[in-house]
């Protein structure tokens, strides 16, 4: 529970600090040329039961007049703790196991400068990390243009497309591969202060076509001051081939392949915090 309270006392901190600073810098000019969306869910309990689950992202953008470079990472963890109990001449003994049940981070990096009005290219790195998916390590790079079709009052709407080189440390191989990359971003403002958004990126693997990823986001945001919001959001990642993995039996002939899931999804509301 004290684990919880740091991060909970943690995030608020840098959230006053933050809103400090944004306060500071919207008194020297009206417009700024950043901008940075950070959220937070947390559940703690204690007790009978202990579970501590937590997520954080952040989104920080710059840009110039024909650049923007954008910045995202993210992390998500639980753990839960549970009791074995065992009868020891008369008397119960308590054992207490602690094991992470959930785990993934992401960072990336993406650079764009523009070629005429509504096009331009576009450069990404990134990395990411879901051990309970089998993935220790994956690192990627990719190139491609994107094309900005509408923005007006209610609606915005860009799509991307290029290439990718990944590399993909499993659990017990190595992988790489050349891919392609189609990206679409999608943003419905419903009303003044609720906004819908829609992510999807379909990633095929131009060396193996049943490998194929499909990663989407929706997400609605209702503002509740003019910095923080409420966040409600579903994730789908999909993996036509998932990570396999060996498992060694007492004889050779007893090894088995276990195959991690193709689809991984989560539900999660968060606070918001725009600076």
């Known amino acids: 529970m004290s684990r919880a309270l740091k991060i909970l006392t943690v995030a608020v901190l840098v959230s006053t600090a933050f809103h400090g600073v944004a306060r500071a810098q ?48 993210s992390a998500l963890q639980t753990r839960t703790t549970v009791r074995n109990l065992t009868n020891v ?36 790195g990134s990395w990411y990390r879901n051990e309970l998916a089998g993935i220790r390590n ?10 900005q079709f509408f923005e007006t009052d209610r609606h915005f709407l860009t799509g991307e497309l ?5 590399n993909e440390e499993q659990l017990q191989l190595t992988n790489s591969w050349f891919g392609a990359q189609a990206i679409f971003d999608y943003v419905f403002t419903v009303t003044e202060t609720t906004t819908f958004d829609w992510d999807l990126a379909v990633l095929p693997n131009l060396e193996d076509t049943d ?11 209702t503002a509740i001051s003019s910095v923080f919001a409420l966040k409600v959001s579903y994730t789908v990642l999909f993996d ?36």
């Open 211 to 221: 490998d194929l990823r499909v990663n989407t986001v929706l997400g609605l945001t």
């Open 89 to 124: 001449s008369g008397s119960v003994a308590v054992e207490k196991l602690t094991e992470t049940t959930a785990e993934e981070y992401f960072a990336a990096g993406r650079f764009r400068q523009r070629i005429v009005k509504s096009l331009y290219a576009y450069t990404i």
């Open 26 to 73: 919207d008194a020297e000019e009206e417009e700024k040329p950043w901008s940075n969306v950070a959220d937070l869910s947390l559940v703690a309990a204690g007790g009978n039961a202990e579970v501590l689950s937590w997520a954080l992202s952040d989104k920080f953008t710059y840009g110039w007049t024909d650049q923007q470079i954008e910045l995202r990472v």
């Open 162 to 166: 290029g290439g990718d080189w990944t």
């Open 138 to 147: 994956r690192t990627g790079v990719s190139l491609g243009v994107g094309y």
């Open 240 to 275: 036509n081939q998932p990570v396999k993995f060996l498992v060694d039996g007492t004889t050779p002939d007893e090894d088995a392949l276990f195959e991690f899931e193709k689809v991984d999804h989560r539900l999660a509301a968060s606070l918001v915090m725009n600076l």
